[in-house]
């Protein structure tokens, strides 16, 4: 019953996204088709491509009551399979470039991607490692990028409804 | 129907004399026509008698066997249908199934033997006095004994057709000592002496007992089921089919032969204890199957499983009868006919895709199967249809006989003592149980053999079954879903072979496309057909709506998805042992089940390991509790009186000496 | 033929309100985890995407796999004819009773467990395997509640119960009647993977039943499949409501009983979704080897409900 009461106290603490933040950049631009597809249901599939997992955790912040991603009608799921978009994050290591592209293969048309944080884009810190294959676009093809290290959550949702064409107006 | 009697024994006859006589080719060929046509016969004379109604009898006297009478009631009816069909699509396949035993096996001892088992199913249930029963009882175990020895130079042959031959023999002593009782020391009276001293018997009890004994050794009902398992794997299969489909049947044939019809039921206990016996059967069957990798020994189980069902619907009919519920009682017996026919089609089918199976990769283990459906599509479609029937799913015949099982016990309610009436719930809810289980086990026998990626090198070369093996599976399929669409028809048919047995009269209902039942103490309603017609229906509709609401038609074929993986072995699916690992932790307590792990790692290394091999039993408790101990005692008594076999041939001249004064003696002095 | 227009109606009705159901219990987890949620009607939204976008299917799959999602839906259909959802009894009542529902659950089982094994991936195998112990686990519990019930109505057809029901309304209270309803509200939840027996919405793979089935699915077969499983939960929902509680269900075919019997429905319909969607958000997720535990319990609800409907009678 503890648990009912605090329900009760605490109420709605979903926070409205507004439109600041230059983080958010558009790689190309997505069909409209696509967007209008699916622009009101997305289901993400998350990978990751070697990160250090601080983007994760920003990433983990979005499904959270704060910045609640399912009000947009945006769902995270388990199998690529069952996604239209992949939230891909890390500089692509050696190991994961196989896996990342086989997710894309997995993934039904039409999709979208969208790499999240610098390491994604110019693969960060790691940039020239032994270890690094190189960034994600290098090895698939990517609508928008959300720079910053780790970008804020808010960044993050933003970028992904820069993708749908759903960014809130300015 | 004297003429069809006649035509059946002629075929048999003729096609074990050609499987005798012929060479590889034709004895194989002309020996499977004549089962063939002679199973054709029987089924025949089995339709005849149910929708004629009239009886046939007749009496043989040959010069030293006196008194060999034959009867087909409507009784004798249901199983020679049965035989008939099974037999039919056995005969077929093993015409292209035996090929594979040319120059490796006698092909001639086979088809002999195989004509000459049908000839004894056939008669069997034409029996009309002890003697002949028991004659053709014998002979029926006999030849089926030696057919579970075609392939004798396996050692687990040789130990299968022990255990089966012993656990026979004891149901054969049980059978004569009933008989003796039943008739008073008469065996050759007729049956309808016997019915009609029946009820003036003193030991009706033993004889009931002794009869379920006898009878439950035959059809493999807990406690003396354990020899079914061992002998079904290891026969042709054939063989293995008829076995299962019909041999078993014949106990339940006795059974009702006996207790229903000449002793005309009798108290509610003797119900009372068949039910119990047939949702232990049920039960401990299912549960055991589930964890099989051997194919045919898992087939093997449900067989256990379904002759539990079958005596399920026997015992609730037995105890409806002794509470004066005629109806209900009816409906019990029917719904138990009804199941024993639907059991004997699609294990039938059952074995027979086993046996294609087997014919293609050579293994019976399902952990080395998979992927067949795409190298033996047509095989793998019959064996779904067998799956989906002893699942008992819509629309098939098992679920229309397990539904009029369900409605058999829901009358349980009207059983006037609640102390035994609670029996019934309980029943219920173990045979629900059992057919979810059921369901189960055949999702991971059909899953795990036919779907995905081959896991071995023989499933990868399978190829799919000759067209003899496929026309025979391809009948007994057709009988699947005949009887599962049609129960409006054969329920009241086989109601028709009740009819003389005492107070069972069936209520003729009107010819209608649903399965009405009404009786006083319950009312439901099912149609297969139109539920079969609504699904396809359905089916149909189905993609129209989605070309209607201009669904995206497209589908691109990839990898399985493995999270990324690189690439995929077989070693990556699911194994059949894993499939069944969550009900064997569920019911841990029975399966008592042992782990043996050994790993092997590199010589260089503890970090690589090379091997791991793991190997799980499970606690067999029949043979620990009940055979074992017997074995143990028996051993202990020949140990004891090893002494008078002392191998001095002197001794054994003694002691006939001894023996033939002795009866002198005793002839002397007793006038 | 009105006849037939009212069983076509209640057939669309339930389809187009299954996945509302769905989406107003999810949007009531949202508030109660403090946030604002996806709207009720998202469930439309994620079919509307889902039935335009390209399936892909595994190249180890066979012909079974596209043909599962047919047979699920078309299993699952065919229930919602035989269900009393706003009219009662109904036109094909004699086609089918309670233990045809049953068995026919058992069939879109069959399908989507088969389709699990086949892609040949150990997600689905695992699904399949934990769904088919499941679904046999709940077997006794179903059929000791349906003989309780049929025990009542004096048969097992749907409609009979109902009107059992309808015309003595006093047996909702009796103890049987009570002990069947929370054996099967359990059989439910465990039937149509909802919390505390399966989480619909983890992505843990290990904590999968149903889920894990259909993760090689995608386009239109997981639209199928999706909307089948909605439409199961919705006929389950219905079930409960009408078998045990059926005031305002309608016995006529006038405007009035009908659009009374909607009002009712869906108050029901609402209230058991406030019922799961609280449940759901106060209790965890079961260990999948303490799931037999929790069905033995609802298998022991409903012998005693039989026990004190014999000696009650």
């Known amino acids: 019953m503890q648990l009912f ?19 958010v950049e558009l790689a190309r631009q997505v069909a409209e088709k696509t967007q209008k597809l699916l ?74 991607v969208v790499a999240v944080g610098d390491c994604a884009k110019t693969c960060g810190v790691f940039q020239g490692s032994y270890a690094v294959a190189g960034s994600v676009d290098s090895v698939i093809p990517v609508d928008v990028f959300v720079r910053g290290c780790p970008p804020e959550p808010a960044d993050i949702l933003r970028g992904i409804l820069a ?8 | 129907m004297g003429t069809l009697v006649t035509g059946a024994i002629v075929c048999y006859l003729a096609g074990a004399l050609a499987a005798l006589l012929g060479n590889d080719r034709w004895g194989r060929i002309l020996g ?44 004798s009816a249901p199983f020679l249908i049965l035989t008939g069909l099974v037999g039919a699509a056995s005969a077929v396949y093993g015409a292209g199934y035996s090929a594979a035993y040319t120059g490796v096996y006698s092909l001639r001892k086979l088809g002999a033997l195989f004509n000459l088992l049908l000839l004894t199913l056939t008669l069997q249930v034409m029996a009309d006095n002890a003697l002949t029963f028991l004659l053709l009882w014998e002979a029926m175990s006999l030849v089926a004994y030696l057919l579970v020895l075609t392939e004798h ?12 031959i012993a656990i026979t023999h004891v149901g054969f002593a049980a059978l004569l000592a009933m008989f003796f009782l039943l008739s008073a020391g008469d065996l050759s009276a007729a049956f309808d002496t016997l019915r009609a001293n029946a009820p003036v018997l003193t030991q009706r009890n033993a004889i009931f007992i002794l009869a379920l004994l006898g009878f439950s050794a035959k059809a493999g009902l807990i406690p003396l089921h354990v020899w079914l398992p061992m002998a079904h794997p290891v026969a042709p299969s054939h063989v293995s089919a008829l076995l299962s489909g019909v041999v078993i049947k014949m106990g339940v044939y006795g059974f009702c032969r006996i207790v229903l019809d000449l002793m005309g039921g009798g108290s509610a206990w003797w119900g009372g204890l068949t039910l119990a016996l047939g949702v232990a059967s049920a039960l401990f069957g299912v549960l055991y199957a589930l964890m099989e990798h051997d194919l045919k020994r898992l087939l093997a189980y449900h067989s256990v499983e379904n002759i539990g069902i079958i005596f399920i619907g026997i015992g609730a009919g037995l105890m409806f009868q002794s509470y004066g519920l005629m109806s209900l009682a009816a409906l019990g017996f029917v719904a138990a006919l009804y199941h024993t026919i ?46 989906a029937s002893i699942s008992a799913l819509p629309p098939l015949n098992g679920f229309a006989s397990e539904w009029l099982i369900f409605q058999t016990l829901l009358g349980g309610s009207h059983i006037p003592e609640p102390a035994v009436a609670l029996m019934i719930p309980i029943a219920v809810a173990l045979l629900a149980l ?13 899953g795990i053999t036919f779907l995905a990626i081959p896991r071995s090198h023989a499933a990868e070369q399978a190829h799919e079954s000759p067209f003899s093996m496929q026309a025979g599976m391809g009948i007994l399929g057709l009988a699947c879903i005949g009887l599962g669409l049609t129960p409006f028809f054969v329920v009241p048919v086989l109601g028709r072979a009740l009819a003389g047995l005492d107070r069972l009269a069936w209520e003729t209902t009107v010819f209608s496309l649903t399965l009405p039942l009404n009786t006083p103490a319950t009312f439901g309603s099912m149609s297969s057909p139109l539920l079969a017609a609504g699904l396809l229906i359905l089916l149909g509709l189905i993609p129209l709506a989605l070309w209607v609401i201009g669904a995206n038609r497209r589908t691109r074929v990839g990898d399985t998805w493995g999270c990324g993986r690189i690439a995929q072995t077989p070693r990556m699916q699911y194994t059949a042992t894993a499939f069944a690992e969550p009900l064997r932790r569920v019911f841990a307590e029975l399966y008592r089940p042992t782990k043996d792990l050994s790993i092997d790692f590199h010589p260089e290394s503890k970090y690589f390991v090379q091997s791991i091999e793991y190997q799980s039993e499970i606690h067999p408790w029949f043979e620990k509790l009940l055979y074992q101990p017997l074995i143990g005692i028996f051993h202990r008594i020949a140990d004891r009186v090893r002494w008078i076999q002392a191998g001095w041939l002197g001794l054994y001249l003694t002691y006939m000496l001894v023996g033939l004064i002795a009866l002198l003696v005793l002839a002397w002095w007793t006038p | 033929m009105s006849g037939w227009l009212v069983e076509f109606f209640q057939i669309v009705f339930a389809l187009a309100l299954a996945p509302g159901l769905v989406g107003l219990i999810r949007w009531i987890k949202a508030r109660l985890q403090s946030r604002l949620g996806a709207p009720p009607w998202q469930p439309y939204r994620e079919l509307g995407k889902l039935f335009h976008k390209e399936a892909v299917v595994s190249k180890n799959a066979s012909w079974i796999f596209r043909f599962a999602p047919y047979a699920v839906s078309a299993s699952t259909l065919a229930i919602a004819f035989l269900v009393p959802v706003l009219v009662v009894p109904r036109r094909l009542d004699m086609v089918g009773d309670l233990f045809v529902v049953v068995y026919l659950l058992l069939l879109g089982t069959f399908w989507l467990a088969l389709a699990g094994l086949d892609p040949g991936s150990a997600f689905g195998g695992m699904g399949s395997s934990r769904e088919v112990t499941v679904a046999a686990l709940a077997e006794p519990t179903t059929a000791t509640a349906i003989f309780s019930l049929a025990l009542g109505a004096g048969s097992t057809n749907l409609g009979a119960i109902v009107v059992a029901a309808l015309n003595d309304p006093w047996t909702v209270l009796t103890p049987g009647h009570l002990l069947a309803f929370a054996a099967l509200f359990i059989v439910a939840i465990a039937e149509t993977g909802r919390l505390p027996v399966d989480n619909p919405s983890t992505h843990l793979e290990l904590t999968m039943i149903h889920e894990a089935m259909i993760l090689e699915y995608s386009g239109r077969y997981l639209a199928l499949l999706e909307w089948a499983s909605w439409l199961k939960l919705f006929v389950f929902l219905s079930l409960l409501a009408n078998l045990f509680f059926p005031w305002g269900i309608a016995t006529t075919l006038t405007p009035g009983a009908l659009s009374w019997a909607i009002v009712t429905l869906l108050v029901k319909l609402a209230l058991l979704a406030v019922v799961i969607a609280v449940m759901e958000t106060r209790v965890a997720k079961l260990r999948l080897f303490r799931v037999p535990e929790l069905l033995t319990a609802s298998f022991v609800l409903a012998l005693l409900a039989i026990t004190s409907s014999f000696l009650l009678r």
């Open chain 1, 5 to 23: 009461s605090k329900i009760l106290s605490v109420g709605i603490v979903t926070e409205p996204l507004d439109d600041g933040g230059e983080g």
């Open chain 1, 39 to 112: 622009g009101r249901a997305v289901g993400i599939r998350e990978v990751d491509a070697g990160s250090c997992n601080g983007c994760e955790v920003e990433i983990t912040g979005l499904t959270g009551p704060v910045y609640d991603l399912e009000r947009f009608g945006l769902r995270f799921v388990a199998s690529p399979r069952h996604a239209d978009m992949l939230l891909v994050t890390g500089p692509v290591t050696r190991n994961m470039e196989v896996p990342l592209r086989k997710t894309y293969e997995a993934t039904p048309d039409p999709k979208l």
């Open chain 1, 163 to 170: 993708a749908l064409d759903r960014l809130p107006p300015k």
């Open chain 2, 32 to 75: 499977a026509w004549g089962a063939a046509s002679g199973a054709a016969i029987s089924l025949a004379l089995g339709m005849v008698a149910l929708a004629s109604g009239s009886v046939f009898s007749a009496v043989f006297d040959f010069p030293s066997l006196t008194g060999f009478a034959l009867r087909i009631d409507g009784l």
């Open chain 2, 153 to 164: 130079r396996e050692p687990a042959t040789i130990r299968a057709a022990n255990w089966y």
């Open chain 2, 342 to 387: 639907n059991h004997a089609c699609f294990k039938g089918l059952l074995f027979l895709g086993a046996g294609s199976v087997l014919h293609a990769t050579g293994t019976r283990n399902m952990e080395e199967m998979g992927g067949l459906i795409k190298r033996m599509p047509r095989t793998a479609l019959m064996f779904l249809i067998g799956a």
């Open chain 2, 434 to 446: 059992t057919g979810g289980l059921a369901m189960a086990c055949f999702v991971k026998a059909f």
